[in-house]
């Protein structure tokens, strides 16, 4: 799924048009193999709408031993350096902050340790640092969501059955990703308009209800909350939404 959620953002960035925030970044083979950097820029792409493209001999930025400290594998500390620029400077300040250190622990490499983003003082926590207002995420996600999906008991007997409930979605172990991104997973594309990252819906394919407007902002809040909420305990009998 994360393949197609980079194609997307690609496609996302492609349509911001003439003023294309991007630059490029070198990043040693032995780096990009770990899959750290399909984990991170994507999320980074998402925030704030940056597009990075990693070629090789990259001159606007590059990971490796000079610069900035950034993360660690192991004995193995990466460097961050880069030429002056907004873009550039947004791309370091989320790595170091606690956003962006919540996400550099939270990658699961297919082999080998994980990353650390304490590179200079006491290990963190390795849970991802959730920023958004969660009560506002909660008067959201009744708003917006509670017409299908159980929130919390106030709509229990609104939604819809045929939608798994927010605490059930809590439990999976990537619940976080699938809540930023919930705009790309079906069915919501075909209903949902996130303002400055969504295309308008085609003439031909209106919305075929209510559509759900959010700002990227509101989809942090919405994940703050859902991490708030207690995760269904899978083990018990399942029961009717
Ligand atoms: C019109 C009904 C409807 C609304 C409104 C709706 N959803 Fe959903 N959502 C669904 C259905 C149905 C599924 C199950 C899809 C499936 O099982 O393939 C789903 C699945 C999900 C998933 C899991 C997707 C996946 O593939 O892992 C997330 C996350 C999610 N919804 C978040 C939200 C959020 C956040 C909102 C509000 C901003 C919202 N939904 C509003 C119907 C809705």
Same mark, same amino acid.
């Given at each position: ?97 606690? !956003?962006?250190?919540?996400? *550099? +622990? ?5 082999? #080998?340790?994980?990353?650390? %983003? &304490?590179?200079? /003082? ?91 407007? !959010?700002?990227?902002?509101? *989809? +942090? ?5 859902? #991490?708030?909420?207690?995760? %269904? &305990?899978?083990? /018990? ?5």
């Amino acid at each position: 799924m994360l393949k197609s959620v980079i194609a997307i953002l690609a496609v996302f960035a492609g349509a911001a048009g003439a003023q294309e925030k991007s630059f490029d970044l070198h990043a040693p083979d032995a780096l990009t193999q770990t899959g750290i950097l399909k984990h991170l820029l994507p999320r980074f792409s998402l925030k704030t709408g940056i597009r990075i493209t990693v070629t090789e001999g990259a001159t606007q930025a590059r990971f490796g031993a000079d610069g900035v400290p950034v993360f660690s594998r192991g004995d193995e500390v990466w460097h961050f350096s880069k030429t002056d620029g907004p873009h550039t400077d947004a791309f370091l300040d989320w790595l170091l902050s606690d !956003v962006g250190k919540g996400t *550099i +622990e939270q990658f699961r490499p297919a082999e #080998g340790a994980v990353f650390s %983003a &304490d590179v200079t /003082a006491q290990v963190q926590a390795t849970v991802a640092s959730l920023s958004g207002d969660a009560k506002l995420g909660e008067k959201l996600s009744l708003a917006q969501c509670g017409r299908c999906h159980v929130i919390n008991e106030t709509n229990r007997m609104n939604a819809i059955g045929s939608s798994p409930s927010f605490a059930l979605m809590r439990s999976f172990p990537d619940w976080q990703e699938r809540f930023e991104t919930f705009f790309l997973l079906r069915p919501h594309p075909a209903f949902t308009q996130v303002a400055e990252v969504t295309d308008p819906f085609p003439d031909h394919l209106p919305s075929p209800i209510a559509p759900i407007e !959010v700002t990227l902002e509101e *989809i +942090e809040a919405i994940t703050a909350y859902v #991490g708030s909420i207690a995760p %269904a &305990d899978l083990g /018990a009998p399942i029961q009717v939404q």
